[in-house]
């Protein structure tokens, strides 16, 4: 039962991690597929928004139309309200074909900070470039704070910041529409970022820009991790890293860009690798680590168009839920092990207590011990229905055992069935008696008082036999039929014998006298015994046997008792007795007698009693056992 319990909760905590296995990555699959949503959902915001205001300035006729420094306040205003909107833009500019350009930068990153020595109250650069009339390009720089007051203009200098040769530039000229360049390393932080940019429709040599430094999209992938580990990453359609959420990682994307050499980790390799394989999902191995990979296009957003989301979460992770439920699981197995052990414990205490209590009992009722009832009591209803058929049992044994000798029964119990009809010879001790005149005592008395005087006759008779190993075979009317050495095997069968015919002569005596003090009749009693082979067992018709004894010793013994009549004598034995226990019974030879329906006459003896040296050993044993 125990061994099953553990089975079952090993199979169930089994089965339960398997389940919670495949449903945490089910669920990780899902919180990726939702991961990589919800970072499109972003790029889409921050993709759409910047596509609906770059659009929005190159698709109508306004300041920037005429290059810096013309109409440089609208500009400003434009721009500023762009940015203000836009919060993830890191600037937004106008780029002409004269070298021109007119740029709005948020304050809010720290590269732009230092690189333009923004004063600390500043939030946003105003950058204007023109040619001067040599040709050279003059920088014209100021800072505004939160009002929009400028508080700080830094004379004109040259610079060589030509926006014609930077990549938005060209892009956008080759591009109908709003186009998606980067990311590249923005010149003056030296930050990945991207751009989206648009020619102007009133002037398409004319460009329209806005710039996303991808720390934003570097920010959000970090920030969205679904486990410590979790990494995030786009790559381009050719499989080329673009932005990771491992800063060190970015760094590296940064640098490469500048020795354009792959800056894929071996890490971010096998990644990229499993999505040829299986672009959805997949299992991948990293050292000693499995990661679940999952990767989703960027169809929707301008922002990183034909590039995919692509997470990678260690399993080991994503299954700590279930690695959690699993040892919480087991815990609880175990509890419920221990519980349903100590429970399987205590109920198979109960019951084998409940069938040791019965096969205590069976024991006893095979040693007949009748005394101590079968009392099981079991919550179990086998085991109390065993007990209660037991009791019937032994009920039924006790009722046999009233009707035949105990040790029969004993004897057939334990060796756990009855043979049947089967008799074999055997050395036995035969005891016949008779009481006197008893059809005179029936006469003059009512059948209950005789069954009664007869019943606790009997008992007279029943403990003298057994007090002295015999068994009392056949209750024949007045008399009985008693033997030694089978059932009940006895080496002195002979002797005790007539040790138990001397008994039961001396607890007659009492029984006789109390008989007459009650004015009722003496069972006067007439003793035969006979020894010598006789076939011994169940004899009589297949469905009614009896146990018994047949043969001439058993004749014998029972003519003796008769011939008692004729020589007045109480306990006759014959000379086979005589021979068998000379040394320990004191004989009488009453001479050769002729029994009724025999040839051979037979040398009779009384018994008169015990030898007085017998009678002193036995004094000897009593103290001894006592
Ligand atoms: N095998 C037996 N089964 C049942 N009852 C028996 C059996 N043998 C004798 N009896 C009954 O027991 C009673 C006594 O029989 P029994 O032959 O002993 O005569 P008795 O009156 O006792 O005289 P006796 O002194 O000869 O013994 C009789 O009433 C008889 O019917
Ligand atoms: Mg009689």
């Not at 990293?286 to 979460?313: C, E, I």
């Not at 006790?398 to 004897?411: D, G, H």
């Not at 002569?505 to 006789?512: D, K, T, V, W």
């Not at 008692?564 to 004598?569: E, F, L, P, R």
Request: glycine share 6%; hydrophobic share 45%; net charge negative.
């Amino acid at each position: 039962m125990v061994a099953l319990i553990i089975l079952v909760s090993a199979a169930l905590a089994g089965f339960s991690y398997y389940r919670a296995r495949n449903a945490a990555i089910e669920d990780a699959k899902t919180q990726m597929r939702t991961f990589s949503e919800q970072l499109i959902d972003r790029f889409s915001v921050i993709s759409g928004q910047t596509v609906g205001f770059v659009g929005l300035i190159a698709s109508i006729p306004n300041a920037f139309l005429v290059p810096p420094p013309d109409r440089l306040n609208d500009k400003t205003a434009l721009l500023r309200e762009f940015i203000r909107r836009s919060p993830q833009l890191d600037g937004a500019y106008a780029g002409y074909p004269d070298g021109s350009f007119f740029h709005v930068i948020n304050l809010k990153s720290e590269g732009w900070r230092r690189a333009l020595a923004a004063p600390h109250n500043a939030v946003l650069a105003i950058r204007a470039i023109a040619p001067n009339d040599s040709g050279e390009s003059i920088q014209h720089l100021s800072f505004e704070d939160s009002t929009g007051a400028i508080i700080k203009s830094v004379p004109a200098r040259t610079t060589n910041y030509d926006p014609r040769a930077r990549p938005w530039y060209q892009a956008a000229l080759d591009t109908a529409g709003t186009v998606s360049i980067g990311p590249y390393e923005m010149a003056t932080t030296g930050k990945l970022g991207m751009t989206l940019a648009e020619a102007h429709k009133g002037n398409p040599k004319i460009v329209i820009g806005a710039d996303i430094v991808l720390d934003t999209i570097t920010d959000f992938l970090s920030a969205q991790r679904m486990s410590p580990d979790t990494v995030a990453f786009m790559v381009d359609a050719s499989g080329n890293l673009i932005i990771h959420s491992n800063r060190g990682v970015m760094a590296r994307i940064v640098a490469g860009k500048a020795e354009a050499d792959s800056v894929n980790s071996p890490e971010t390799d096998a990644f990229i690798r499993s999505l040829k394989s299986n672009p959805e999902a997949n299992l991948v191995d990293v050292g000693d680590r499995t990661f679940l990979v999952a990767s989703k296009p960027v169809a929707s957003a301008v922002l990183l168009k034909g590039q995919r989301v692509v997470v990678a979460a260690p399993l080991d992770e994503l299954m700590a839920p279930a690695n959690r439920a699993l040892l919480q699981g087991l815990a609880i197995s175990a509890v419920v092990v221990a519980v349903a052990v100590a429970l399987a414990l205590l109920l198979s205490h109960l019951i084998t207590k409940s069938l040791e209590q019965l096969t205590e009992s069976a024991n006893r009722l095979q040693n007949l011990d009748f005394a101590t009832p079968v009392e099981v009591p079991s919550h179990v209803a086998e085991i109390s229905s065993l007990g209660k058929a037991m009791n019937r049992a032994r009920d039924a044994i006790f009722t046999f055992a009233l009707y035949v000798p105990k040790e029969f029964v004993k004897k057939s119990v334990q060796a756990g069935y009855f043979t049947g009809r089967s008799a074999k010879r055997e050395e036995v001790t035969a005891l016949f008696t008779d009481i006197y005149d008893f059809t005179t005592i029936s006469e003059g008395h009512s059948p209950e008082d005789v069954v009664a005087m007869l019943s606790e006759y009997f008992d007279i008779l029943d403990e003298a036999v057994n007090a002295h190993h015999g068994s009392i075979i056949q209750f024949l009317g007045d008399s009985i039929f008693a033997m030694w050495n089978a059932p009940i095997p006895d080496t002195d069968h002979a002797e005790n014998a007539c040790r138990a015919a001397l008994a039961a002569e001396q607890s007659l005596a009492h029984f006789n006298e109390a008989q007459c003090a009650k004015g009722l009749p003496e069972f006067r009693t007439r003793f035969g015994i006979h020894t010598g082979q006789a076939v011994v067992g169940s004899v009589g018709a297949r469905e009614r046997l009896q146990y018994t004894a047949m043969g001439d010793t058993i004749n014998v013994a029972s003519r003796l008792e008769g011939m008692n009549k004729v020589y007045h004598s109480t306990i006759l034995a014959s000379a086979a007795v005589k021979q068998a226990c000379e040394h320990t019974i004191e004989f009488r030879p009453r001479g050769a007698g002729q029994a009724k329906g025999r040839a051979a006459a037979l040398e009779l003896y009384e018994v008169i009693g015990v030898r007085a040296t017998t009678q002193a050993i036995d004094r000897e044993k009593q103290t001894v056992s006592s």
